[in-house]
């Protein structure tokens, strides 16, 4: 279909232009993952993220904890990673394992290192309006939509969502691109009232086929952001089928939203290693 948004093509074509940022670099940018526990899911994700930086060319560092490990040893092993020059950036595995305090330990990276853009230093300078390091998923977002040539100043945007990782910051940076935003959320009156109004809508709840085609206003740009297993196989919140008939340009789950998600924490992984050369 013409109306799809290649989030996997996309997410390759960035990657092409990161491996040919660093190409001549002596020394090549370096990621630190922390991980906590043995979840499933966790280690999968920490395996994109590896392939994903050899194939960029950025060295992957790997530190594993035991569930039961003292906060204050990830602390201290936070703590040397903010002072090793060569590490470029640090994140922690997301989720924790139950008794952990996940934003203390988000909070011990040093901002300028903090390339899932979580602490709460960058979080208030993207509120503030100053550049900063973005959450992936939602710098995934308006990444897809720019390479897609949507026009955002002026358009109304409706988020249906609110979680910390995607439509929270996507509030700023829509905001910052002189877009009109609405959010929407589960106290929400008549959902479908506030969507149909929406130049752009991006759904992020993770309920399968939320979103029908009633909707959605003919030529609505749509962006699904939502994952969910409950037919057996990956699905988003977007009932595709019928809703593809009447965007002007939408996601699919997969391919859509999700490739673009570690290609943006390489990138902003870069971004940290060229500004500190600065």
């Known amino acids: 279909m013409d109306n799809v948004i290649d989030g996997k093509k996309i997410s390759e074509e960035i990657r ?69 020059e060569y590490v470029n950036g640090v994140i922690i595995q997301l989720p924790l394992p139950d008794g952990y305090n996940e934003k203390r330990l988000v909070n011990t990276i040093i901002n300028s290192k903090d390339v899932d853009g979580l602490t709460d230093i960058n979080t208030g300078r993207l509120v503030s309006g100053r550049k900063t390091l973005v959450p992936c998923t939602a710098a995934a977002v308006i990444e897809l939509l720019k390479r897609s040539n949507v026009e955002i100043s002026g358009k109304h945007v409706v988020l249906v969502g609110r979680g910390k990782l995607t439509c929270r910051p996507l509030i700023q940076l829509f905001l910052n691109e002189d877009a009109t935003v609405t959010v929407c959320h589960s106290k929400t009156k008549d959902l479908g009232y506030v969507t149909r109004h929406a130049d752009i809508l991006v759904t992020a709840v993770g ?31 977007v009932d595709f089928d019928n809703v593809s008939k009447k965007a002007s340009l939408i996601t699919k789950t997969p391919g859509g939203v999700g490739p673009m998600t570690v290609t943006m924490l390489l990138k902003n992984t870069v971004y940290c290693y060229l500004n500190r050369k600065k």
């Open 207 to 237: 309920i399968n086929n939320i979103i029908t085609s009633d909707m959605v206003k003919d030529g609505a740009v749509v962006i699904d952001v939502g994952i969910n297993y409950e037919t057996g196989k990956i699905s988003g919140d």
């Open 16 to 84: 092409s232009e990161l491996k040919q940022s660093i190409k001549y670099e002596m020394l090549k940018p370096s990621i630190a993952v922390i991980q906590v526990g043995d979840n499933e899911a966790s280690n999968t994700y920490v395996k994109m993220k590896e392939k994903a930086c050899d194939e960029v060319g950025i060295y992957f560092r790997h530190f594993k904890f035991e569930e039961g490990e003292s906060e204050l040893s990830i602390i201290n092993k936070i703590k040397e990673l903010n002072n090793d």
